[in-house]
């Protein structure tokens, strides 16, 4: 089984903080992306990356930055966090075009 | 880019009932339609998938029906159980594309 690995579950960070959102996947995806979860908005793609240090904004990339290192790695990063950004954070990787995404178990994260 | 509006936001049906949950894609190049179902407190999984070259899919007590001229695609569950009650996601994509597009959810309550 695929398995997208996220290294928090719940995080609370404070206005203005930098925030850093590890995820890990094990099925040597090339495609991976972060998407943000608010009720009633569905899933919103915040960045994406396709290879280690290539990436592509999503629909709602201000105030967000992502980073690949390795292919296995994607994490996104909140310069300096604000309360408009406490949200579930769901990252996931897929195969090639047009695939189905494999999604980690989420983010919670509250910034007051 | 590609946008899915998807309908009803809720939907509550009795046990035993059908559920039909509606989506529309504006990208007429879009080709692969999947469908996600995410219980509460758990990350969003793949159910069912259909691509453009047919017309409908099914999967036990789940189907997806795909109208290409009028670019919108539907789940339909059947004989529906106290199990299925999640929020479910339509999404889309198109072959040169390797992110999917998102509807915005909906919350199907099956009531005993």
């Known amino acids: 089984d695929v398995k997208v690995t996220q290294s928090s579950r719940y995080l609370v960070k404070r206005t203005g903080e930098k925030v850093f959102l590890e995820c890990v996947q094990d099925m040597d995806h090339e495609n991976m992306f972060w998407y943000r979860q608010d009720p009633g908005l569905g899933l919103r793609l915040i960045y994406f990356?396709?290879?280690?240090?290539?990436?592509e904004k999503g629909d709602i990339p201000e105030g967000y930055s992502v980073s690949r290192e390795k292919k296995e790695r994607f994490s996104l990063i909140l310069e300096s966090a604000s309360t408009n950004q406490t949200s579930m954070y769901l990252c996931?990787?897929?195969?090639?075009?047009?695939?189905?995404?494999?999604f980690g178990q989420g983010t919670r994260l509250t910034v007051v | 880019g590609e946008n899915v509006e998807q309908h009803p936001s809720t939907l509550s049906v009795q046990e035993g009932d059908s559920a039909v949950i509606k989506c529309t894609y504006s990208?007429?190049?879009?080709?692969?339609f999947p469908w996600y179902k995410q219980e509460l407190g758990k990350r969003p999984q793949l159910i069912i998938d259909i691509r453009s070259n047919v017309g409908e899919k099914k999967d036990q007590r789940i189907a997806v029906t795909l109208n290409k001229t009028a670019k919108h695609f539907s789940l339909h569950i059947t004989e529906t159980q106290p199990e299925d009650s999640a929020v479910y996601f339509c999404?889309?994509?198109?072959?040169?594309?390797?992110?999917?597009?998102f509807g915005s959810g909906t919350q199907l309550t099956v009531l005993p």
């Open positions: 990208d007429s190049a879009s080709n692969y």
């Open positions: 990356s396709y290879d280690v240090k290539m990436k």
């Open positions: 999404a889309a994509s198109k072959g040169s594309a390797r992110q999917l597009t």
């Open positions: 996931a990787s897929s195969l090639g075009y047009g695939a189905e995404a494999f």
